[in-house]
């Protein structure tokens, strides 16, 4: 017979992580100067109250872990005997099926509860850092809805957003939200809800409208491109210098002139940079209207709370946090969009 509890200690045993104060000293040399010194004022100091929950909320997971892992196999045991004994044992295991994800749920449920709270009070402290008007949600207020004639975001029916940052940088207003687009199709006459989109929306908002309306796309290869362009007439491939941007994207613009003074050498090798920071997520960009639209595609969750199981220190959270709106910051900086009178 399985011991369940030594077991349980097994898996909470299995995985070690730096302490806060042997590695924060120079956790954050290669990120920006003077943010390891704001760290250590303003998220330091939770550490230990953090450290804390999460030991108790092993100490919860364990026992509950104890409870459900017995419950399930008494119910397993009992239901089987039941299940064999009625008409329909395909009603009976389906019930016996929900009732273990139930207590499997339940025993979870305070390791749900411990990284909500980190989310709902370090994250919003991690963006005061960029500056006082940067506000951290863990709901998105970006909707993909409002940005269906930016010609990048597919037919989709659901929508489910989290993670919402918003944030002003030299006059240009940001917005990002990590969402999930999801549609029905029929395949035969059975009918499933497939995924269109999942990843990020980063959105710039400036204060004057642009002329034309520039769509940046993944490169598909050949003749799928042709399937990519966005509707209308209007619309014109713009051929551009750079081989490597030209490889990962196909621009489209109906204003030939002012994609070319948009997409400088400056903008395109930031936009490289970002997809390598990103994991190498599929990339799309829009110029509409007085708006930069870009969409990353990635099922990597980018502002999650680390493990319950390692000791916290929040460091890999802040790194995060810091590289990635770095690079977004790098964008607006080159496309020195408050600048662009001319247009």
Same mark, same amino acid.
């Given at each position: 017979m399985v011991d369940v509890e030594n077991l349980v200690r097994l898996i909470f045993s299995s995985r070690a992580g730096p302490r806060f104060h042997d590695v924060a000293e120079h956790a954050f040399d290669d990120l920006d100067v003077g943010f390891s010194h704001w760290f250590q004022e303003n998220i330091a100091p939770q550490v230990?109250?953090?450290?804390?929950?999460?030991?108790?909320?092993?100490?919860?997971?364990?026992?509950?872990?104890?409870?459900?892992?017995?419950?399930?196999?008494?119910a397993i045991f009992v239901g089987g005997i039941l299940i064999s004994m009625v008409e329909r044992p395909l009603v009976g295991l389906f019930g016996l099926v929900l009732?273990?994800?139930?207590?499997?749920?339940?025993?979870?449920?305070?390791?749900?509860?411990?990284?909500?709270?980190?989310?709902?009070?370090?994250?919003?402290?991690?963006?005061?850092?960029?500056?006082?008007?940067?506000?951290?949600?863990?709901?998105?207020?970006?909707?993909?809805?409002k940005m269906c004639n930016?010609?990048?975001?597919?037919?989709?029916?659901?929508?489910?957003?989290?993670?919402?940052?918003?944030?002003?940088?030299?006059g240009i207003r940001l917005e990002l939200t990590e969402t999930k687009l999801t549609k029905e199709?029929? &395949?035969?006459?059975?009918?499933?809800?497939?995924?269109?989109?999942?990843?990020?929306?980063?959105?710039?908002?400036?204060?004057?409208?642009?002329?034309?309306?520039?769509?940046?796309?993944?490169?598909?290869?050949?003749?799928?491109?042709?399937?990519?362009?966005?509707?209308?007439?209007?619309?014109?491939?713009?051929k551009l210098e750079d081989p490597e941007f030209e490889r990962i994207f196909e621009v489209y613009s109906t204003d030939q002139v002012e994609a070319r003074y948009l997409l400088t050498p400056s903008f395109m090798e930031r936009l490289i940079e970002l997809k390598t920071l990103f994991r190498g997520s599929a &990339?799309?960009?829009?110029?509409?209207?007085?708006?930069?639209?870009?969409?990353?595609?990635?099922?990597?969750d980018r502002f999650e709370a680390g493990s319950v199981f390692v000791p916290v220190t929040f460091i890999d959270e802040a790194?995060?946090?810091?590289?990635?709106?770095?690079?977004?910051?790098?964008?607006?900086?080159?496309?020195?969009?408050?600048?662009?009178?001319?247009?």
């Open positions: 230990d109250e953090f450290e804390s929950k999460r030991r108790k909320t092993l100490v919860v997971l364990q026992f509950r872990m104890h409870v459900a892992i017995t419950v399930v196999a008494a009732f273990s994800k139930l207590i499997v749920a339940w025993a979870y449920n305070p390791v749900i509860e411990y990284e909500s709270e980190i989310k709902w009070k370090i994250f919003p402290l991690l963006f005061q850092y960029f500056g006082p008007d940067f506000t951290y949600q863990e709901e998105g207020e970006l909707s993909a809805e930016s010609g990048i975001i597919p037919d989709f029916r659901d929508e489910d957003r989290e993670d919402y940052v918003r944030g002003t940088r030299h199709r029929y &395949i035969g006459k059975l009918r499933q809800t497939v995924t269109v989109f999942r990843g990020m929306l980063l959105l710039l908002t400036v204060n004057k409208p642009f002329a034309g309306q520039t769509v940046l796309k993944q490169d598909q290869g050949g003749v799928l491109n042709f399937f990519s362009k966005p509707a209308g007439s209007a619309y014109e491939t713009v &990339i799309q960009g829009s110029f509409f209207q007085n708006k930069l639209l870009l969409t990353f595609s990635s099922d990597f790194r995060t946090v810091v590289r990635e709106m770095t690079e977004i910051f790098r964008i607006i900086d080159t496309l020195k969009l408050t600048d662009r009178t001319g247009l």
